[in-house]
């Protein structure tokens, strides 16, 4: 099979069988711009990248009207690298984090959005904040000072694993710790987005009441990580 077709026919396929509400991420990590500008050719315009430096590199040679959204874990040190052009960051797991992104944000005279990663999965390895420090934070008078974020959402991911009734249980939790952060608001915290599902359980988080699912292996192919 022709590889540039590859991409297009599978965001087609994808893409067909989403509600209008549910934002596609192209995960993109790892894989060249050429991949991208396949992508892109199809009509997708919002990538998904886990390493600061590269994205900063390929938004650099790309066209200028891509989204750019980090869903990786994310350092303070690296913000400035990406908070000019940064459209979407999913994984904001502390307060520390979110001062340095409303710091960086201010220096560009920009207002970056946001979403709270939430831990929902039973491993150990996945990043993110419980429910409770989540509230905490969204109604903590502290939060009021930082004028140049806006938190969006929340964001998790579910356990890598194949038992499909534990994944929905968990996108199930995310979406209930959702509904109840939703109630506080302010002028920087306005929660509309849950972003839950990968290319092994989109299907699953949409159903669970997912509004933005990150696919990178079932649109790019899979991932190699030895070169
Ligand atoms: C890599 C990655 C994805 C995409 O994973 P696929 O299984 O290739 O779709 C989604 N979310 C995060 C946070 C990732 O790091």
Same mark, same amino acid.
């Given at each position: 099979?022709? #590889?540039?077709?590859?991409?297009?026919? %599978?965001?087609?396929?994808? $893409?067909?069988?989403? /509600?209008?509400?549910?934002?596609?991420?192209?995960?993109?990590?790892?894989? /060249?711009?050429?991949?991208?500008? &396949?992508?892109? &050719?199809?009509?997708?315009?919002?990538?998904?990248?886990?390493?600061?430096? +590269?994205?900063?590199? *390929?938004? &650099?040679?790309? /066209?200028?009207?891509? +989204?750019?959204?980090?869903?990786?874990?994310?350092?303070?040190?690296?913000?400035?690298?990406?908070?000019?052009?940064?459209?979407?960051?999913?994984?904001?797991?502390?307060? $520390?984090?979110?001062? &340095?992104? %409303?710091?960086?944000?201010?220096?560009?005279?920009?207002?970056?959005?946001?979403?709270?990663?939430?831990?929902?999965?039973?491993?150990?390895?996945?990043?993110?904040?419980?429910?409770?420090?989540?509230?905490?934070?969204?109604?903590? +008078?502290?939060?009021?000072?930082? *004028?140049?974020?806006?938190?969006?959402?929340?964001?998790?991911?579910?356990?890598?694993?194949?038992? +499909?009734?534990?994944?929905?249980?968990?996108?199930?939790?995310? *979406?209930?710790?959702?509904?109840?952060? *939703?109630?506080?608001?302010? #002028?920087?915290?306005?929660?509309?987005?849950?972003?839950?599902?990968?290319?092994?359980?989109?299907?699953?988080?949409?159903?669970?009441?997912?509004?933005?699912?990150?696919?990178?292996?079932?649109?790019?192919?899979?991932? %190699?990580?030895?070169?």
């Amino acid at each position: 099979m022709n #590889f540039d077709m590859s991409i297009k026919n %599978n965001l087609n396929t994808i $893409k067909s069988a989403l /509600p209008n509400h549910v934002t596609l991420v192209a995960v993109s990590k790892t894989k /060249p711009v050429s991949a991208i500008i &396949e992508a892109y &050719e199809a009509g997708q315009r919002v990538f998904g990248e886990n390493k600061v430096q +590269e994205m900063a590199q *390929k938004q &650099e040679q790309l /066209p200028k009207d891509i +989204e750019w959204h980090m869903i990786g874990h994310l350092q303070s040190n690296k913000v400035k690298y990406m908070a000019s052009f940064v459209s979407l960051i999913h994984g904001v797991d502390s307060f $520390k984090l979110l001062k &340095e992104i %409303n710091k960086q944000a201010l220096k560009h005279n920009r207002v970056i959005d946001c979403l709270l990663q939430l831990k929902i999965a039973s491993e150990d390895s996945k990043f993110g904040m419980t429910y409770k420090n989540a509230k905490a934070l969204i109604t903590s +008078e502290d939060l009021l000072d930082l *004028k140049n974020i806006n938190i969006v959402g929340v964001m998790g991911m579910a356990t890598f694993t194949d038992n +499909e009734a534990q994944i929905k249980q968990e996108f199930t939790n995310l *979406k209930t710790h959702f509904d109840a952060l *939703k109630l506080s608001t302010s #002028f920087n915290c306005n929660l509309s987005h849950i972003s839950m599902g990968m290319s092994g359980d989109y299907k699953s988080a949409i159903d669970c009441g997912s509004t933005m699912i990150r696919v990178g292996s079932s649109i790019f192919g899979a991932r %190699n990580y030895t070169i």
